[in-house]
């Protein structure tokens, strides 16, 4: 693929116009998926599958209307911008994005008044982030009611402005940071992107990838096994080819090995299509530490270790690895970062960038007072304010710096976050009562990470940088669906909340809100880290110097397999899920490179962006049939 056109392609009004007509229905078909019915869970993957599908039909539609004369087509471009939108849109209102924070809003109220719990401590709240209302309250868990009344609209109205404007900062932030390591990664580093190819590819005006046998071979492939698995869904008398989760953890039984709990085994096309993408050494350095993990728990059973809660401490491992790498690219960006801000400081126009890196400092600066500023204003105080971004912003990127090297299946990193660090670390004795109620309020952008929107913006401009078109139209769009999708998010959730019932017809209507608030509960009776976790401190240390000691040999030895990104990220939820198909994309791209070299892994390349295409399509085809007749279909990816 050539790296810039000759004429650089605009992003028309119209663009961002069909984009934001896009995010609300795109948003209530996300939440009537992921939350009432049982899935198929786009958010997850750090590809959407529903943002792939829109995509394709978007590329037909602009096939149709070039062969009919029936108007101007939208430039890739422009397809690339409604992507985006779309993708960000996603990991809102996604099943780690603002719906939990949908949930959390009503929560204390529902217990505390009608439930008798929580007693006082609900002032600890203010008034202006929560939903309090009786009548509001008791209509989102109980449905069979509408949300369109005045006194429930006036109810959510405050809460959800200002927890959008908080959302809306959030993603501002993020997009500051991405403007200021955009050039080093892509440009010096020539990180990879592997998650944005496919609609790349997909998008090209030449339609070459449609062109492609071997690519129609692998769509086949990956749409005909979730087409017979939907129709044998539904109809139990056809057989079914089991591509989903096989566990095996009923088979061992007996110690230690029965310390491993939960080992799945899957046959996902989507994660063995982009798990081809990605370099061998990131690949093998995913299942091979996913092994190593659970290596970990049984030699911890077998010595009787485990019997400390929580050890080995995999979780807090996972941190202290995501923290070095954090560190570690900070470090070895550091040079370029001291050239924008000499560029800030001389003032030197656009930089080429979305925002001219003077803007792009300052743009910072700002987006994280607000951010403090709202956390002060709910009676947080400054300096547990100040530790929580700084953790949480080391976190984002080191994710957003996977997903540019690696471009992994998933990247969930479940419960890493600073409201759960922080409080391992330092304890909550002497914490103040908003101090502990705004950390469990943050827990929609803490619980996992799998719909983050800095990866999805980054990814944005990386293709606008790649074909020259223009990243500040990217940037725009990002922030405009950052508005657009919290606002369709709040709607949607609520509006079938009230329908349904978040207590009654929802399958994770109040999960997660509950999850947080039962967390709070430990913090304040004082159960629950009281008092600093030692070993956790010495198993956040341990992964620190496990990720850089690795990044060490690494540079010290070149072709040394193990790379610091496989280690942290297979320490979390969702790689159960995928381990295997990474292990299969192994196995395929050793033995494509090894016997044939690298032109014999381009000319197969088709065959796996064909997988992930069929699996998306047809996954999404069942998605639309679950919305549309209101039944429970074939989920083609997650547990």
Request: net charge positive; proline share 6%.
């Amino acid at each position: 693929m050539s790296t810039r056109r000759a004429a650089p392609e605009q992003i028309r009004a119209r663009a961002f116009l069909f984009g934001a007509l896009l995010i609300p229905p795109n948003v209530f078909w996300i939440i009537r998926l992921e939350r009432v019915q049982f899935g198929p869970y786009p958010s997850t993957l750090s590809l959407f599958p529903n943002a792939i599908f829109i995509l394709l039909l978007l590329v037909a539609m602009n096939a149709l209307l070039r062969t009919r004369a029936q108007g101007p087509p939208f430039s890739q471009a422009e397809l690339l911008t409604i992507y985006t939108m779309t993708a960000v849109s996603t990991g809102l209102a996604g099943l780690d994005g603002v719906t939990i924070l949908s949930q959390m809003l009503p929560h204390g109220a529902w217990f505390g008044v009608v439930a008798g719990r929580w007693g006082d401590f609900l002032t600890a709240f203010p008034d202006w982030l929560v939903v309090r209302d009786p009548d509001a309250v008791r209509g989102h868990y109980l449905g069979n009611t509408t949300l369109y009344t005045l006194s429930r609209l006036k109810a959510w109205a405050i809460p959800v402005a200002a927890w959008t404007a908080f959302v809306v900062a959030l993603v501002w932030t993020a997009m500051c940071v991405n403007v200021l390591v955009r050039r080093q990664w892509q440009d010096r580093e020539r990180l990879s992107f592997p998650v944005v190819w496919l609609p790349l590819q997909m998008s090209e005006p030449t339609h070459g990838l449609f062109r492609s046998r071997l690519m129609w071979a692998g769509f086949a492939l990956a749409a005909g096994l979730g087409t017979l698995n939907g129709i044998a869904f539904l109809n139990p008398s056809v057989p079914m080819i089991p591509l989903g989760t096989f566990d095996w953890k009923p088979f061992l039984t007996s110690k230690p090995w029965s310390a491993i709990d939960w080992l799945p085994t899957t046959l996902y096309p989507l994660a063995i299509g982009l798990g081809y993408l990605l370099p061998l050494d990131l690949l093998f350095s995913c299942w091979f530490f996913f092994l190593f993990w659970k290596a970990q728990m049984v030699v911890s059973n077998m010595y009787a270790w485990d019997v400390t809660p929580d050890f080995p401490f995999i979780r807090e491992q996972g941190f202290g690895a995501v923290m070095g790498l954090a560190g570690f690219y900070v470090w070895t960006g550091r040079r370029s970062l001291a050239e924008a801000w000499r560029s800030a400081v001389l003032g030197s126009g656009s930089d080429g960038e979305a925002l001219s890196y003077r803007a792009a400092f300052v743009g910072l600066a700002l987006g994280l007072a607000a951010l403090v500023s709202f956390c002060l204003l709910a009676g947080m105080t400054l300096r547990l304010a100040l530790a929580y971004f700084a953790v949480f912003l080391a976190i984002l990127l080191a994710i957003v710096r996977i997903r540019a090297e690696l471009g992994p299946p998933v990247h969930d990193f479940h419960f890493i976050g600073p409201d759960r660090m922080l409080p391992r670390a330092l304890g909550v004795t002497g914490w103040r009562q908003p101090d502990l109620a705004m950390l469990s309020m943050f827990f929609f952008t803490n619980r996992a990470h799998r719909g983050d929107i800095a990866p999805v913006g980054l990814e944005g401009l990386y293709a606008a940088h790649r074909r020259g078109w223009s990243p500040g139209a990217m940037f725009w769009a990002v922030m405009l669906s950052a508005v657009l999708g919290t606002l369709s998010a709040f709607w949607a959730h609520e509006h079938q909340a009230y329908t349904l019932g978040a207590a009654a017809k929802f399958n994770q209507g109040f999960y997660q809100g509950q999850e947080a608030f039962d967390k709070l509960s430990g913090w304040v009776a004082r159960s629950q880290d009281a008092r600093p976790n030692v070993p956790a401190v010495w198993a956040m240390g341990a992964g620190l110097a496990s990720c850089l000691g690795l990044m060490a040999l690494r540079v010290r030895f070149v072709g040394f397999p193990l790379h610091p990104i496989g280690y942290a990220i297979s320490s979390s939820w969702s790689i159960h899920l995928v381990w295997l198909p990474l292990l299969i994309a192994w196995c395929a791209k050793l033995l494509a490179m090894r016997y044939g070299g690298l032109a014999t892994y381009r000319r197969l390349m088709p065959f796996f962006l064909g997988l992930i295409l069929g699996d998306c399509v047809q996954g999404c085809a069942w998605g639309l049939v679950s919305l549309l007749l209101n039944v429970r279909t074939y989920n083609f990816f997650g547990a």
